[in-house]
Antibody, heavy 121, light 107 residues
């Protein structure tokens, strides 16, 4: 059974860079036709798609976050990562990694459990 | 940007009754619409994709319909485990977007 697990700091200071990793087990991120994405959920904005990556390097970002987001993948470790720079309190959210098939935009059929990231001094 | 609007915000239903949830897109998303169920403290779970297709393992009491801009999720006979928040998501237009959710609560 495919499993995704987010990891990273739960607390980030304002103006710094949020860095999270998603480790995939029970499957390979280099499988054809699968894309790997990040989605966040905050009380104020609900569910927000951040971006998606194809294992070979193609990336797709939400225009609202594009200038601050970088998603990368390491197939040898079966991991993909999210970096979000210049964070503010508005970036406080639960961050999920997820998988989608065929299309970078969804639907997302497997999700990690989520990790709460708080932006605070 | 395609805005997804869900109604109602909260739906009070008795166990065994039918629940009907709506999702409207600000522009056509054809049939590229998904529904998710989220319980407290858990990640969303995919219930429906392609507007009406259930993934393997999703009970038949969940059904989806619609195309273009108007979509419906129907739960034919609510079970105790169905009380949760439901989100729609369009993946036809860029960027993909979620609705704000409908909470289904026990009446």
């Amino acid at each position: 059974q495919l499993q995704l697990q987010e990891s990273g700091p739960g607390l980030v200071k304002p103006s710094e860079t949020l860095s999270l990793t998603c480790t995939v087990s029970g499957g390979s991120i280099s499988s054809n036709n699968y894309y790997w994405g990040w989605i966040r959920q905050s009380p104020g904005k609900g569910l927000e798609w951040i971006g998606t990556i194809y294992y070979s390097g193609g990336t797709y970002y939400n225009p609202s976050l594009k200038t601050r987001v970088t998603i990368s993948a390491d197939a040898s470790k079966s991991q993909f990562s999210l970096k979000l720079s210049s964070v503010t309190a508005a970036d406080t959210a639960v961050y999920y990694c997820a998988r989608t098939e065929q299309m970078a935009s969804g639907p997302f059929d497997f999700w990690g459990q989520g990790i709460l990231v708080t932006v605070s001094p | 940007e395609t805005v997804m609007t869900q109604s109602p915000a909260t739906l009070s239903v008795s166990p065994g009754e039918r629940a009907t949830l709506s999702c409207r897109a600000s522009q056509s998303v054809t049939s590229n619409l998904a529904w998710y169920q989220q319980k407290a403290g858990q990640a969303p779970r995919l219930l429906i994709y392609g507007a009406s297709t259930r993934p393997t393992g999703i009970p038949a009491r969940f059904s989806g319909s619609g195309s273009g801009t108007e979509f419906t999720l129907t739960i034919s006979s609510l079970q105790s485990e169905d009380f949760a928040v439901y989100y729609c998501q369009q993946f036809n237009n860029w960027p993909p977007a979620f609705g704000q959710g409908t909470k289904v609560e026990i009446k």
